[in-house]
């Protein structure tokens, strides 16, 4: 059965960057990208390969014109819709719905 | 094993240790030294009166040897050779066994037998011990008198006018450099060196030296022309001999006007003996250059091995500048070859003379000389080095006014054995393999083949061979810096600049595609802030950062931060220390000494980032930047105020040169470090630009780095006062940050300019863009909108917002685990941490 949280406000977050938050347990990384549609991305904040809780840190852009996210670590790149790491396919990175909705930020787990 | 004994450690016999040690041989060596120093740079030595020391001038060290196993005995002579029973015996007693022997005794300068030649003011040109004595004697001396007008001749003259003395310069023959120069050319050099001063004195056969009693000057030197010419100094530097004593009292043949016979092997009359470098003699010469006895040491090596080289003479062409003169000359200077036809342009008015030997079908050059102008002459050797057939105006090679239109050197015109870099030995055929190992940049096919770091002669010619072969292969080096802009740093740079482009949305609209990357956001980044020094965390920027400039802290691996905060300089007082001990107890912090002499605190949760700094900006610390691509930290030593050697306060210069920049963002970090005497314990050289004191002022070396490819700096600029060293700072930082190309560090971005250091001089010293205003203006600029990232930072509660650890809860992150060690927190390692956290739940 899926959940839905209210994460936060609209405010909360940054332009074109990430910030972390804590649902069930879990560490979440979300980022806000105001020109693209749509304009919130939800991706587990563990990085498997830095092994570290940090890619809510890292910078976005695209990569052949996938919207990815650069570990802050070790640089590799994690797609924003997928989860893959474009560098090793190996390694992925959990998605999660989400969804901005009256000012509010809303996930599914 | 294998021993072997090398006598003598002049530059030819420290470069056969270092070839023997780079073998693959298993030898025990064991080198002797007459000299009470290791082996030193000869050929730069007048440097010395212009301020490089000893130590700037040494190619190795004691512990060096000691670090490469080799047993090395200085300020000691070899007396004895006893070939019988294999045994060298020293001036001092030592005996030492050996299988081979190498004879690298090197040559002493000539002195004729003039009467009175052994007074004090008469010295000689050609160690350092000799430099000293120069410098005594120049010591309250007015004239100095070099005997000898040949190239070392006009080297010492050099000296004696760096000493700040009226130089003369006594030649037996009717010209100056005669060996090198024909007539015209001799005359031109003459011209122009009298233009700066020296006086030339030719066809002057020195009878006497008496002591003078006009009590005015020491000496008085009476010629067989009978004429005089009184002076206080004078410099023998006619010429060398050959150390042979010992080869000849060994009995090992020797030349009639001496000189230890060798064969291609490099081999004596002995065949355990080797000699090389200046004391052996090859086909009735002695090569007096150090290319040809560093050909002679490789090839001395060599015959130790299975792969056998020969040694087949050398070519003496030479290009040099005297006094500040070029004078270049190829082969056959004087046309002494059969039918030869020669072709001369002079031009008396911008004193340049040329001169072109060609064979009797004018289809090959056999000689040139060039003085004023040597531009002419790698085009010249080439064709000379590899016969390669002459245009059908050969002429237009050394004519003016074609300049234009004179015809080319292709590169494609030279074979693959031709040597391009004669101070390594690279050839053509060196370049290509790193071309086809991969190797695209005009910097890694440098690094990797040495060609053009010498002298730097050949940078121009390597240029052209590299293009010309990435042309041949249909290569193009994409310099685009990511797949969003098909521009060079330098080009968006200058993009930006003119535009006056301010965000990167604007940027990316106007000369970009796509929607950026993590390559070209955090350059567009250091760009903006170059230009415009904007507070880095304005909103419009914050997404061009990496997390370290985002958070103002450097992440580590387990996601905390390192915080260092600037210690300018690495003076700080005992308050501060105890801040710094405070802070760390209080947010649990791991501390280490970096080695710019600050202090780093390690493990700093990014939700206490804010406080830490509060505190810390609190006690008066600022921001160190050490988490950007900008001035890292200026490193000193004591320097006068404490040093008994210090001859300036460098600590005081640190922290101005430090204050100055911090701040300032670049293409990639810098560093520096101010010594306060020439002893160098702020190790200035491993810097991108540092500053040595002298009694004079400071000098100035640019393009060190340590790390994976440690580099020492060039020298830039020398005994310069305070102001002109800050203004040389500012334009060279300033270029650098202008024209480099992302995470380029000083030493590839100059290694990659065209002319290398000679033209980053020239736009520095000399402003031969003409831009050194603007630069300077621009470095002021940022300097005066400096604000520290940090203060600015706590005192936004806009800003605070981005340091928390979760948007929807105000918790620590549990996942982040340290274990003690040595009494401080270190992160856990995976295992470590996987178990800590199953013990919590």
């Known amino acids: ?72 670590l070790y640089k590799q790149h994690f797609d924003l819709h997928t989860g893959e790491c474009l560098e090793d396919s190996e390694y992925s990175v959990p998605v999660y719905r989400v969804e901005l909705t009256a000012d509010k930020v809303l996930l599914t787990l | 094993m294998l021993k072997v004994v090398v006598v003598g450690n002049g530059m030819v016999g420290h470069h056969y240790v270092e070839q023997l040690v780079a073998s693959a041989i298993e030898a025990q060596i064991t080198v002797i030294g007459g000299e009470t120093r290791p082996a030193y740079d000869r050929v730069h030595l007048s440097e010395y009166f212009a301020g490089r020391t000893p130590e700037e001038l040494a190619l190795t060290t004691r512990e060096h040897y000691v670090d490469i196993g080799v047993d090395a005995h200085f300020g000691d002579s070899v007396a004895q050779i006893d070939r019988d029973s294999k045994t060298v015996i020293t001036e001092n007693g030592l005996r030492f066994c050996y299988d081979k022997l190498v004879l690298a005794t090197g040559s002493y300068p000539f002195v004729p037998p003039v009467p009175g030649n052994d007074q004090d003011p008469c010295v000689v040109y050609r160690t350092i011990d000799d430099l000293g004595n120069i410098k005594a004697q120049a010591n309250g001396a007015k004239i100095g008198v070099v005997v000898g007008g040949g190239l070392l001749g006009l080297e010492a003259a050099n000296a004696v006018q760096n000493l700040g003395l009226e130089t003369h310069v006594v030649e037996f023959a009717p010209g100056l450099m005669g060996v090198q120069l024909d007539v015209g050319g001799s005359g031109m050099l003459r011209r122009k060196i009298e233009a700066l001063g020296v006086q030339v004195h030719t066809s002057k056969a020195t009878e006497v030296i008496e002591a003078s009693d006009d009590g005015d000057s020491r000496v008085l030197m009476k010629f067989a022309d009978g004429g005089s010419l009184a002076t206080d100094m004078i410099v023998f530097s006619a010429g060398i001999r050959p150390y042979d004593q010992l080869a000849r009292e060994s009995g090992l043949k020797v030349g009639e006007r001496g000189g230890i016979e060798i064969d291609y092997h490099c081999k004596t009359s002995d065949s355990d003996i080797f000699a090389i470098g200046e004391c052996a003699l090859f086909g009735g010469r002695i090569f007096g250059l150090v290319a040809p006895g560093y050909r002679m040491a490789e090839a001395a090596v060599s015959q130790l091995t299975d792969n056998k080289q020969s040694f087949q003479g050398a070519d003496m062409s030479t290009k040099l500048k005297l006094l500040g003169v070029d004078v270049g000359s190829i082969g056959d200077a004087h046309g002494r070859e059969e039918g030869s036809i020669a072709y001369t342009f002079s031009d008396e008015r911008i004193e340049v003379y040329k001169r072109l030997i060609v064979s009797a079908d004018g289809k090959k050059l056999l000689g040139a000389v060039l003085v004023g102008d040597c531009s002419d002459y790698d085009t010249l050797l080439q064709y000379f080095l590899n016969g390669i057939d002459l245009p059908a105006d050969p002429e237009t090679l050394i004519l003016p006014y074609n300049a234009g239109d004179a015809p080319a050197l292709g590169a494609a015109a030279l074979p693959a054995s031709a040597t391009i870099c004669s101070c390594h030995n690279v050839s053509k055929g060196d370049i290509i393999d790193a071309l086809d190992s991969g190797f695209y940049a005009l910097g890694d096919i440098k690094f990797e083949t040495k060609a053009s770091t010498g002298c730097g002669g050949c940078a121009a010619l390597l240029k052209n061979i590299v293009d010309d072969e990435m042309a041949a292969r249909g290569l193009e080096v994409d310099k685009s810096l990511c797949e969003h802009f098909a521009y060079t740093r330098q080009e968006l740079f200058h993009l930006i600049k003119v535009e006056g482009i301010k965000t990167f949305d604007e940027l990316l609209e106007k000369q970009g595609r796509g929607r950026g990357c993590d390559i070209c956001k955090p350059a567009a980044g250091s760009i903006f802030a170059s230009l415009w020094n904007d507070y880095v965390l304005e909103e419009k920027h914050v997404g061009l950062q990496d997390t370290n400039d985002n958070f103002l802290a450097n992440m580590q691996k387990n996601g905390t931060y390192s915080v260092v905060p600037r210690v300018a300089g690495g003076e700080i007082t005992p308050d501060k220390l105890i801040v710094l001990g405070e802070v760390a107890k209080k947010y649990n912090l791991y501390t280490k000494i970096t080695g710019g002499q600050r202090i780093d605190l390690f493990g700093a949760r990014v939700q206490h980032l804010p406080a830490i700094w509060k505190e810390l900006v609190e006690a008066g610390f600022e921001t160190g930047h050490a988490y950007g691509k900008a001035l890292r930290t200026v490193k000193s030593c004591v320097g006068s105020t404490w040093c008994r050697y210090g001859v300036q306060d460098s600590v005081a210069m640190a922290l101005y040169i430090e204050n100055r920049y911090k701040g300032l963002r670049s293409p990639h970090k810098l560093k520096s470090a101010v010594s306060g005497c020439t002893r160098e314990c702020a190790e200035a050289q491993s810097k991108d630009f540092g500053v040595i004191a002298t009694e004079n002022g400071w000098n100035l070396f640019v393009g060190g780095n340590g790390g994976m490819k440690p580099r020492h700096g060039d020298l830039f600029a020398t005994d310069l006062d305070d102001e002109t060293l800050i203004k040389y700072i500012d334009r060279f930082l300033m270029f650098y940050v202008r024209t480099a190309d992302r995470l380029q560090r000083t030493s590839v971005w100059m290694d990659n300019l065209e002319g290398g250091l000679e033209y980053l001089q020239q736009v520095v010293i000399e402003d031969s863009l003409s831009i050194a205003a603007e630069l300077e203006e621009q470095m002021n600029n940022v300097v005066g909108t400096y604000q520290c990232e940090w203060k600015t930072t706590i005192e936004n509660p806009e800003r605070m917002k981005r340091f928390v650890q979760f948007v929807n809860a105000d918790e620590e992150d549990d996942q982040i685990v340290f274990v003690q060690e040595r009494g401080q927190p270190r992160p856990a390692t995976e295992e470590e941490r996987i178990k800590l956290l199953e013990e919590i739940v």
């Open chain 1, 1 to 72: 059965m899926s959940q839905v949280t209210i994460i936060c406000e609209q405010k909360d977050l940054v332009a074109n960057s990430g910030i972390c938050a804590k649902v069930d347990g879990q560490q979440i990384a979300l980022f806000y990208l105001p020109k693209e549609t749509p304009q919130v991305y939800a991706i587990g904040n563990w990085d498997p390969i830095g092994k570290a809780h940090v890619l809510s840190r890292g910078m976005v852009g695209d990569i052949n014109e996938r919207l990815v996210v650069a570990s802050p």
